[in-house]
């Protein structure tokens, strides 16, 4: 039987070192977006709140006053989503 001998390798370029550059990230959002995302979150969460309850289905507190803080906890959120990251 003949020997089969296994494929030679080549020599392959010795590894870089790493560069000692930072690297910058440019997030979407910034500290204060997630302020407003948290404040938003809170305000939604309240209108649903003053929602719930099981006395008097009709009062104006469900009817008139927690859609209304519903719908500025999303208009607050949708400031955050679209409020500009300031400047450094």
Same mark, same amino acid.
């Given at each position: 039987m003949a020997q089969v001998?296994?494929?030679v390798r080549k020599a392959t370029? =010795?590894?870089q070192p790493k560069s000692t550059e930072k690297i910058t990230v440019? &997030?979407?959002?910034?500290k204060s977006n997630y302020?407003?995302?948290?404040?938003?979150?809170?305000v939604v969460a309240f209108g649903f709140i003053l929602? =719930?309850?099981?006395?008097?289905?009709y009062s104006n507190t469900k009817i008139? &006053?927690?859609p209304i803080v519903v719908l500025a906890?999303?208009?607050?959120g949708f400031y955050a989503i679209l409020k500009k990251p300031e400047a450094k």
């Open positions: 001998k296994p494929p370029a =010795a590894p440019n &997030l979407v959002f910034d302020r407003w995302f948290i404040i938003a979150i809170a929602m =719930a309850g099981t006395t008097d289905i008139v &006053l927690a906890g999303f208009a607050i």
